[in-house]
């Protein structure tokens, strides 16, 4: 049993540390100056309540999400 651990342990470490960065990723990349304009132009007043109590990554992130969704919603094909 303890040889098993030992064998599997280094393998699960090494997904761990992947995925976690492959979630880092997004939070490492600055913002650039035309998505904050672009932020400024189409913000909900969410987005607004967002930024001023939390800053500018998560209401950034709020926005890229609307953004992400609403261009699914556009790709759809229609039935």
């Known amino acids: 049993m303890v040889a098993l651990i030992v064998i599997l342990f280094p393998p699960m ?3 761990f540390l992947l995925v976690m960065e492959r979630v ?7 913002t650039s100056p035309r998505e904050v304009a672009e932020f400024l132009e189409s913000a909900t007043p969410g987005e607004v309540d967002t930024l001023a109590a ?4 998560r209401a950034m992130a709020r926005w890229r999400r609307r953004r992400r969704s609403r261009v699914r919603q556009s790709t759809e094909p229609l039935v």
């Open 13 to 15: 470490v090494i997904a």
């Open 24 to 30: 880092e990723e997004p939070l490492r990349r600055p």
């Open 54 to 57: 939390s800053g500018i990554r």
